[in-house]
């Protein structure tokens, strides 16, 4: 916390007040992956206005956030739920970008225009506390709603590749570019499928497969391409022949599963707020 102390007959000076706080890891990757926005936004690699954009809502959030811990009374304990990170953590589970209103209130209303009456109260309240997002066991479909989250799967192939400078600018861009993708095949074709079997990731489709691939995220979605390989490999002779598979086969053969998200991040977190 930066904080001005006024001394008499002396000049005004700052004090800076660090304090260190350990918060449930998903946390941890939402503050990680706003910081990692910040500094991008912040190199000469890329000023863009989409970068940009999310900065600005980037240092806001880590702003409230940090406000927020430092009101605790004691330090925060596995069962801290943030007020301002929360809400993040829901719409990433269930694939909402955190940042885009429209989307959230499509979300919220069932996939459905919500209109000029816009969301009651009722239907906002039962969408965002329909369940814990902190709680290890969304891991699953918080992974496989990562196709449908831009920034956040960008962060994570940064942290995986090592990324820095040009090279995590052309991967924003490729990553920007693969969302289009995604999005116009479910325009087109709708949502995919259903898994067959209960507990089973659902489907991809190839060109998930293919953006999984291009971005080196296949080790973290290793459980989704090996029921997609099972599934596709004898039955679907367009679907052997396609590039994606071929990669697919050289890729499983070297790929290193990544068990959580939260081993990329550190344990404790240490920040300063500006007032």
Known sequence: ??????????????????????????????????????LHARSTANNTHEAIRRQTYAKKVLDEFGKELYKLTSPPTASFRSKVLTVILQRHVEGVPDAYAPTVRTAIAGGIDPGEFGLTIQAVTEWYLRGDPVKSDNMAQFRRHLLYLPDVRWHLGILVKKRTGAAAKEFYVLVRANHDKIMADIIRDGPPEAAERE???????LTEVSVIISEGLDGLFRPELEVHKEVHQVSDVRYVSHPSFISLNAHQQSCRALTCVISLVPVSLTLMLTN
């Open 1 to 38: 916390m930066q904080r001005v102390v006024k001394k008499r007959g002396k000049a005004t000076t700052r004090l800076t007040d660090w304090k260190e706080y350990a918060i449930p890891a998903p946390y941890q990757r939402i503050v990680c992956q706003l910081v990692a926005e910040d």
């Open 199 to 205: 507990g089973d990731p659902p489907p991809l489709t």
